[in-house]
């Protein structure tokens, strides 16, 4: 079974209408991280949480929410979509290393977004 | 801010072929870098990584070595496959901070047989 899972895979939904991607994880890491990514601009940091009390928004977290339910688990919300958030989202997950600032993120397969 | 570039795809090889990927850096200090592959429908997975000035991550056949001097991260193989067709993402993450990652735009790699 895979570690970082995401739900649901694609999604096509239309403008205005609030949708929620979920992303579980069996990796027992506090951290984790939504990013988009897009053709040509890489992945980009959309919000990430340290622990279930701690989250955090990173460079582009207009229009969007998250909520941390539990260590395993960090939704996604796109309260009203627009169709410039269509892209690819991912889910990451991280624990820090003994040398504090190299460490691996472990992502999750990705859910293919539509707005229309 | 701290930012990563990568040289511009997609790139188009035949098999056997010597690959490098250049990428450079801007970040204050000396950041961990980083490789990350993305193979067609799945997330993406670390492929090597360095901590410090001159460290040499390896993996799979793939080289980078972290040069300070020049603020470098290229990824090399010397002889590349058709399997190795994917997108490949260079990333920095910050001494300091909250030790987020910080990625390239992706250089698109297909492998002709």
């Known amino acids: 079974d895979a570690d970082v899972t995401q739900t649901p895979r694609n999604r096509i939904t239309k403008t205005g209408k609030r949708i929620m991607l979920e992303c579980s994880q069996t990796?027992?890491?506090?951290?984790m991280y939504w990013y988009r990514q897009d053709p040509g601009l890489g992945l980009r940091l959309i919000y990430y949480s340290f622990d279930v009390k701690d989250i955090n928004k990173g460079e582009i977290s207009d229009g969007y929410s998250v909520s941390r339910q539990a260590q395993a688990k960090f939704s996604l919300s796109l309260e009203s979509a627009i169709p410039n958030q269509t892209a690819l989202y991912f889910c990451?997950?991280?624990?820090?290393?003994?040398?504090?600032?190299?460490?691996?993120?472990?992502f999750g397969p990705g859910t293919r977004l539509t707005v229309t | 801010g701290d930012s990563v570039t990568q040289m511009e795809g997609p790139v188009t090889l035949s098999e056997e072929a010597f690959l490098t990927i250049n990428c450079t850096y801007t970040?204050?200090?000396?950041?961990?870098l980083f490789w990350y592959v993305q193979y067609p429908g799945e997330g993406l997975q670390l492929l090597l990584k360095?901590?410090?000035?001159?460290d040499k991550g390896s993996n799979k056949g793939f080289e980078a070595t972290y040069r300070k001097e020049t603020t470098s991260f290229h990824l090399e193989k010397g002889s590349v496959q058709v399997s190795d067709s994917a997108v490949y993402f260079c990333?920095?993450?910050?001494?300091?901070?909250?030790?987020?990652?910080?990625f390239g735009q992706g250089t698109r790699l297909t492998i002709n047989p």
């Open positions: 990333a920095l993450s910050p001494i300091q901070g909250a030790q987020k990652l910080v």
């Open positions: 360095a901590t410090k000035a001159d």
């Open positions: 990796k027992g890491h506090d951290r």
């Open positions: 990451a997950t991280s624990d820090p290393s003994p040398q504090g600032s190299a460490y691996e993120q472990y």
């Open positions: 970040a204050t200090g000396y950041p961990s």
